[in-house]
Protein backbone atom coordinates (compact mmCIF):
# COMPACT_ATOMS: atom_id res chain seq x y z
CA UNK A 1 0.00 0.00 0.00
CA UNK A 2 1.52 3.20 -1.23
CA UNK A 3 1.57 5.70 1.91
CA UNK A 4 1.45 8.67 -0.53
CA UNK A 5 -1.92 7.36 -2.17
CA UNK A 6 -3.53 6.45 1.10
CA UNK A 7 -5.60 9.34 2.57
CA UNK A 8 -7.38 7.17 4.42
CA UNK A 9 -4.16 6.39 7.24
CA UNK A 10 -4.18 8.31 10.24
CA UNK A 11 -0.91 10.13 11.13
CA UNK A 12 0.27 11.07 14.90
CA UNK A 13 0.16 14.84 13.64
CA UNK A 14 -3.42 14.90 12.73
CA UNK A 15 -5.96 17.29 14.82
CA UNK A 16 -7.83 14.15 15.91
CA UNK A 17 -5.23 12.36 16.97
CA UNK A 18 -4.09 15.53 18.84
CA UNK A 19 -7.89 15.57 20.69
CA UNK A 20 -7.83 12.37 21.42
CA UNK A 21 -4.81 12.54 23.49
CA UNK A 22 -5.98 15.68 25.46
CA UNK A 23 -9.24 13.59 25.79
CA UNK A 24 -7.96 10.42 27.00
CA UNK A 25 -5.33 12.36 29.13
CA UNK A 26 -7.71 14.11 30.61
CA UNK A 27 -9.47 10.49 31.77
CA UNK A 28 -6.60 9.69 33.83
CA UNK A 29 -6.63 9.70 37.86
CA UNK A 30 -3.66 12.53 37.83
CA UNK A 31 -6.45 14.80 36.08
CA UNK A 32 -9.18 13.34 38.36
CA UNK A 33 -6.97 14.01 41.17
CA UNK A 34 -5.93 17.37 39.94
CA UNK A 35 -9.61 18.10 39.80
CA UNK A 36 -10.50 17.45 43.54
CA UNK A 37 -7.89 19.04 45.25
CA UNK A 38 -8.47 22.52 43.23
CA UNK A 39 -12.28 21.77 43.99
CA UNK A 40 -11.88 21.17 47.67
CA UNK A 41 -9.26 24.11 47.89
CA UNK A 42 -11.35 26.89 46.45
CA UNK A 43 -14.22 25.79 48.11
CA UNK A 44 -12.56 25.89 51.70
CA UNK A 45 -10.75 28.75 50.66
CA UNK A 46 -14.03 31.07 49.72
CA UNK A 47 -14.71 33.14 53.62
CA UNK A 48 -11.05 34.04 53.12
CA UNK A 49 -12.27 36.51 50.16
CA UNK A 50 -15.22 37.26 51.69
CA UNK A 51 -15.27 40.68 54.04
CA UNK A 52 -17.18 39.23 56.47
CA UNK A 53 -15.21 36.47 57.53
CA UNK A 54 -11.49 37.89 56.21
CA UNK A 55 -11.17 38.60 60.52
CA UNK A 56 -11.45 35.20 61.82
CA UNK A 57 -10.15 33.50 58.97
CA UNK A 58 -6.58 35.18 59.71
CA UNK A 59 -7.65 35.14 63.40
CA UNK A 60 -7.78 31.53 63.93
CA UNK A 61 -5.95 30.36 61.34
CA UNK A 62 -8.40 28.33 59.50
CA UNK A 63 -6.32 27.86 56.21
CA UNK A 64 -5.07 25.17 58.10
CA UNK A 65 -8.22 23.64 56.39
CA UNK A 66 -7.06 23.85 53.30
CA UNK A 67 -3.38 22.79 53.80
CA UNK A 68 -5.06 19.62 55.42
CA UNK A 69 -7.40 19.21 52.70
CA UNK A 70 -4.53 18.82 50.10
CA UNK A 71 -2.06 17.15 52.25
CA UNK A 72 -4.71 14.30 53.11
CA UNK A 73 -6.47 13.88 49.85
CA UNK A 74 -5.70 11.05 48.02
CA UNK A 75 -4.96 10.39 44.11
CA UNK A 76 -7.44 7.40 44.34
CA UNK A 77 -8.51 5.71 47.53
CA UNK A 78 -10.77 7.75 49.41
CA UNK A 79 -10.81 5.40 52.36
CA UNK A 80 -13.71 3.72 54.07
CA UNK A 81 -15.99 4.91 57.15
CA UNK A 82 -13.33 3.36 59.60
CA UNK A 83 -10.57 5.68 58.21
CA UNK A 84 -13.20 8.44 58.26
CA UNK A 85 -13.61 8.17 62.08
CA UNK A 86 -10.48 7.30 63.03
CA UNK A 87 -9.09 10.86 60.62
CA UNK A 88 -11.59 12.97 62.50
CA UNK A 89 -10.94 11.71 66.03
CA UNK A 90 -7.22 12.12 66.01
CA UNK A 91 -7.67 15.47 64.36
CA UNK A 92 -9.96 16.07 67.52
CA UNK A 93 -7.93 14.11 69.89
CA UNK A 94 -4.89 16.31 68.91
CA UNK A 95 -7.13 19.18 69.57
CA UNK A 96 -8.12 17.83 73.00
CA UNK A 97 -4.24 17.08 73.94
CA UNK A 98 -3.01 20.19 72.99
CA UNK A 99 -5.26 22.31 74.88
CA UNK A 100 -5.03 19.87 78.46
CA UNK A 101 -1.40 20.29 78.12
CA UNK A 102 -1.69 24.26 77.78
CA UNK A 103 -4.42 24.20 80.48
CA UNK A 104 -2.16 22.13 82.94
CA UNK A 105 0.79 24.32 82.58
CA UNK A 106 -0.62 27.54 82.39
CA UNK A 107 1.10 27.72 78.57
CA UNK A 108 4.32 26.82 80.48
CA UNK A 109 6.86 25.26 77.49
CA UNK A 110 8.30 22.48 79.78
CA UNK A 111 4.47 21.22 80.39
CA UNK A 112 3.66 21.32 76.51
CA UNK A 113 6.78 19.05 75.90
CA UNK A 114 5.67 16.33 78.22
CA UNK A 115 2.66 16.40 77.07
CA UNK A 116 3.71 15.97 73.89
CA UNK A 117 6.16 13.27 74.89
CA UNK A 118 3.61 10.94 75.58
CA UNK A 119 1.50 12.01 72.87
CA UNK A 120 3.43 12.20 69.73
CA UNK A 121 4.85 8.49 69.98
CA UNK A 122 1.98 6.42 69.30
CA UNK A 123 1.08 9.28 66.23
CA UNK A 124 4.60 8.82 64.53
CA UNK A 125 4.33 4.92 65.11
CA UNK A 126 1.13 5.09 63.32
CA UNK A 127 2.77 7.49 60.65
CA UNK A 128 5.69 5.76 59.89
CA UNK A 129 5.09 1.95 59.86
CA UNK A 130 1.04 1.27 59.83
CA UNK A 131 -0.58 1.00 56.82
CA UNK A 132 -2.56 3.99 57.76
CA UNK A 133 -0.46 6.78 57.48
CA UNK A 134 -2.46 9.50 56.79
CA UNK A 135 -4.35 9.04 60.31
CA UNK A 136 -1.37 9.83 62.32
CA UNK A 137 -0.71 12.64 60.26
CA UNK A 138 -4.00 14.10 61.20
CA UNK A 139 -2.44 13.42 64.72
CA UNK A 140 0.87 15.03 64.57
CA UNK A 141 -0.25 17.70 62.55
CA UNK A 142 -3.32 18.71 64.91
CA UNK A 143 -1.62 18.76 68.06
CA UNK A 144 1.99 20.56 66.53
CA UNK A 145 0.04 23.13 64.99
CA UNK A 146 -2.75 24.09 68.02
CA UNK A 147 -0.23 23.58 70.66
CA UNK A 148 1.78 26.49 69.63
CA UNK A 149 -0.81 28.82 68.66
CA UNK A 150 -1.83 28.56 71.97
CA UNK A 151 1.37 29.18 72.96
CA UNK A 152 1.87 32.29 71.09
CA UNK A 153 -1.40 33.75 70.79
CA UNK A 154 -2.30 36.37 73.05
CA UNK A 155 -5.12 37.80 71.83
CA UNK A 156 -8.32 34.58 71.84
CA UNK A 157 -9.64 32.80 74.53
CA UNK A 158 -7.11 29.54 75.00
CA UNK A 159 -10.70 27.21 75.18
CA UNK A 160 -11.53 28.88 72.34
CA UNK A 161 -8.75 28.58 69.74
CA UNK A 162 -8.46 24.81 71.06
CA UNK A 163 -11.93 24.26 70.30
CA UNK A 164 -12.23 26.49 66.75
CA UNK A 165 -8.56 25.48 65.35
CA UNK A 166 -10.19 21.28 66.76
CA UNK A 167 -12.93 22.25 63.96
CA UNK A 168 -10.85 23.55 60.87
CA UNK A 169 -8.45 20.52 60.82
CA UNK A 170 -12.25 18.28 61.30
CA UNK A 171 -13.05 19.79 58.37
CA UNK A 172 -9.79 19.72 56.39
CA UNK A 173 -9.47 16.17 57.11
CA UNK A 174 -13.25 15.22 56.61
CA UNK A 175 -14.15 16.61 53.62
CA UNK A 176 -11.37 15.18 51.51
CA UNK A 177 -12.95 11.65 52.26
CA UNK A 178 -16.00 13.17 51.60
CA UNK A 179 -15.11 14.09 48.15
CA UNK A 180 -13.34 11.23 46.93
CA UNK A 181 -16.45 9.08 47.85
CA UNK A 182 -18.29 11.35 45.30
CA UNK A 183 -16.06 12.20 42.80
CA UNK A 184 -14.77 8.87 40.91
CA UNK A 185 -14.65 6.78 44.14
CA UNK A 186 -12.25 4.06 44.36
CA UNK A 187 -14.49 0.82 43.81
CA UNK A 188 -12.58 -2.13 45.02
CA UNK A 189 -14.22 -4.43 42.81
CA UNK A 190 -13.67 -2.58 39.67
CA UNK A 191 -10.06 -2.50 40.54
CA UNK A 192 -10.15 -6.32 41.22
CA UNK A 193 -11.88 -7.34 37.82
CA UNK A 194 -9.25 -4.77 36.00
CA UNK A 195 -6.38 -6.49 37.99
CA UNK A 196 -7.31 -9.51 37.05
CA UNK A 197 -7.83 -9.35 33.31
CA UNK A 198 -4.73 -6.83 32.99
CA UNK A 199 -2.49 -9.95 35.11
CA UNK A 200 -4.18 -12.47 32.22
CA UNK A 201 -3.00 -10.06 29.60
CA UNK A 202 0.84 -10.51 31.49
CA UNK A 203 0.97 -14.07 31.73
CA UNK A 204 0.21 -13.99 27.84
CA UNK A 205 2.72 -11.95 27.41
CA UNK A 206 5.03 -14.03 29.70
CA UNK A 207 3.77 -17.24 27.98
CA UNK A 208 4.72 -16.00 24.51
CA UNK A 209 8.06 -15.08 25.76
CA UNK A 210 9.03 -18.18 27.38
CA UNK A 211 7.71 -20.16 24.44
CA UNK A 212 9.53 -17.97 22.11
CA UNK A 213 12.49 -17.37 23.85
CA UNK A 214 13.18 -19.82 25.91
CA UNK A 215 11.36 -23.16 24.16
CA UNK A 216 11.35 -22.97 20.72
CA UNK A 217 13.60 -20.52 19.59
CA UNK A 218 15.65 -21.19 16.83
CA UNK A 219 19.23 -22.51 16.21
CA UNK A 220 21.92 -19.95 17.41
CA UNK A 221 19.27 -17.58 19.13
CA UNK A 222 19.57 -18.82 22.31
CA UNK A 223 18.64 -16.41 24.95
CA UNK A 224 21.09 -14.10 26.15
CA UNK A 225 21.71 -12.94 29.88
CA UNK A 226 20.31 -9.48 29.20
CA UNK A 227 17.10 -11.38 27.88
CA UNK A 228 17.42 -13.52 31.18
CA UNK A 229 17.42 -10.44 33.49
CA UNK A 230 14.87 -8.71 32.06
CA UNK A 231 12.73 -12.28 32.10
CA UNK A 232 13.62 -12.63 36.45
CA UNK A 233 12.57 -8.44 36.62
CA UNK A 234 8.94 -9.37 34.99
CA UNK A 235 8.34 -12.12 37.16
CA UNK A 236 9.20 -10.06 40.01
CA UNK A 237 6.91 -7.45 39.35
CA UNK A 238 4.36 -9.90 38.69
CA UNK A 239 4.72 -11.32 41.94
CA UNK A 240 4.31 -7.97 43.43
CA UNK A 241 0.89 -7.71 41.31
CA UNK A 242 -0.30 -10.72 42.60
CA UNK A 243 0.02 -9.50 46.32
CA UNK A 244 -2.05 -6.32 45.57
CA UNK A 245 -4.52 -8.43 43.75
CA UNK A 246 -4.73 -10.49 46.81
CA UNK A 247 -5.47 -7.03 48.57
CA UNK A 248 -8.27 -6.16 46.30
CA UNK A 249 -9.60 -9.04 47.42
CA UNK A 250 -9.64 -8.22 51.10
CA UNK A 251 -10.76 -4.92 50.20
CA UNK A 252 -13.67 -6.08 47.76
CA UNK A 253 -14.88 -8.58 50.42
CA UNK A 254 -15.40 -5.54 53.01
CA UNK A 255 -16.75 -3.47 50.80
CA UNK A 256 -20.11 -1.92 51.17
CA UNK A 257 -23.05 -2.70 48.11
CA UNK A 258 -26.07 -1.68 48.44
CA UNK A 259 -27.31 -4.98 46.18
CA UNK A 260 -25.68 -7.86 48.13
CA UNK A 261 -22.41 -8.61 49.66
CA UNK A 262 -20.23 -8.98 46.69
CA UNK A 263 -19.04 -13.18 45.95
CA UNK A 264 -15.04 -13.08 46.00
CA UNK A 265 -14.80 -16.82 45.39
CA UNK A 266 -14.68 -16.81 41.66
CA UNK A 267 -11.85 -14.07 41.50
CA UNK A 268 -10.17 -15.68 44.47
CA UNK A 269 -10.28 -18.72 41.99
CA UNK A 270 -9.16 -16.68 38.93
CA UNK A 271 -6.26 -15.63 40.75
CA UNK A 272 -5.08 -18.75 42.32
CA UNK A 273 -5.29 -20.18 38.55
CA UNK A 274 -3.37 -17.72 37.16
CA UNK A 275 -0.68 -17.68 40.24
CA UNK A 276 -0.24 -21.19 39.59
CA UNK A 277 0.11 -20.87 35.95
CA UNK A 278 2.48 -18.26 36.76
CA UNK A 279 4.60 -21.01 38.58
CA UNK A 280 4.61 -23.17 35.56
CA UNK A 281 5.66 -20.72 33.27
CA UNK A 282 8.96 -19.27 35.60
CA UNK A 283 9.48 -23.40 35.97
CA UNK A 284 9.35 -23.65 32.67
CA UNK A 285 11.38 -20.95 31.88
CA UNK A 286 14.40 -21.97 34.56
CA UNK A 287 14.47 -25.57 33.08
CA UNK A 288 14.64 -23.98 29.53
CA UNK A 289 17.97 -22.63 30.16
CA UNK A 290 19.80 -26.07 30.37
CA UNK A 291 17.10 -27.48 27.35
CA UNK A 292 19.19 -28.91 24.19
CA UNK A 293 17.30 -28.02 21.31
CA UNK A 294 19.14 -30.82 19.29
CA UNK A 295 17.65 -33.54 20.66
CA UNK A 296 14.06 -32.57 19.37
CA UNK A 297 15.25 -30.36 16.40
CA UNK A 298 17.51 -33.20 14.78
CA UNK A 299 15.77 -34.72 11.68
CA UNK A 300 18.27 -37.80 11.92
CA UNK A 301 16.77 -39.53 14.63
CA UNK A 302 17.32 -43.16 15.32
CA UNK A 303 14.59 -44.39 13.19
CA UNK A 304 15.55 -43.50 10.07
CA UNK A 305 12.57 -41.29 9.49
CA UNK A 306 13.72 -38.01 10.17
CA UNK A 307 11.20 -35.10 10.70
CA UNK A 308 10.59 -35.20 14.15
CA UNK A 309 10.59 -31.46 14.95
CA UNK A 310 8.62 -30.56 11.39
CA UNK A 311 6.18 -33.66 12.48
CA UNK A 312 5.43 -31.84 16.20
CA UNK A 313 5.40 -28.45 14.35
CA UNK A 314 1.24 -28.37 13.82
CA UNK A 315 1.40 -29.48 17.51
CA UNK A 316 2.99 -27.50 18.68
CA UNK A 317 1.08 -24.23 17.18
CA UNK A 318 -2.37 -25.10 18.35
CA UNK A 319 -1.22 -26.01 21.90
CA UNK A 320 0.63 -22.42 21.62
CA UNK A 321 -2.56 -20.88 20.37
CA UNK A 322 -5.22 -22.63 21.97
CA UNK A 323 -3.45 -21.18 25.48
CA UNK A 324 -2.93 -17.90 24.15
CA UNK A 325 -6.85 -17.72 22.82
CA UNK A 326 -7.55 -18.59 26.68
CA UNK A 327 -5.68 -16.29 28.20
CA UNK A 328 -6.72 -13.24 25.31
Given at each position: ?DA?T???V??????R??I?????????F?????F??CL??????VP?????????W?????????A?S???M??Q???N??????RA???????AW????YA????????????????M?P?L?????T???????VG????T??S??LV??RD?SP?L???????V??????VP?V?N???????????LR?A???M?????V??RS?VG??????Q?KE?TP???E????L???L????V?I?Q??T?A??E?????P????????????C??F????????????????????D??N??G???????????R??????I?????
Amino acid sequence: MDADTDHGVTTGNGIRYKIWRVLHRLEGFETKYAFKVCLVCVLLSVPSYLDASKGWWDKYECWWAVAMSWIVMHPQIGGNLQDFVMRASLAILGAAWSGAGYAAGGGNPYVMAVFAAVYMPPMLYRFTLTSHPRSGLVGCMSFTVISQSLVTSRDASPVLLAVLQGVVFLVGTTVPIVVNWALWPFVARHELRSALSTMMFFMSVVYRSVVGRYVYFEQGKEPTPAEVERSEILEGRLREGFVRIRQLLTLAEKELRLRAPFDARAYSALADACEGFFEYLISVRQAALVYQPGHIRDDDNTDGGGGGAQALLTYRRDAVAAILGNLY
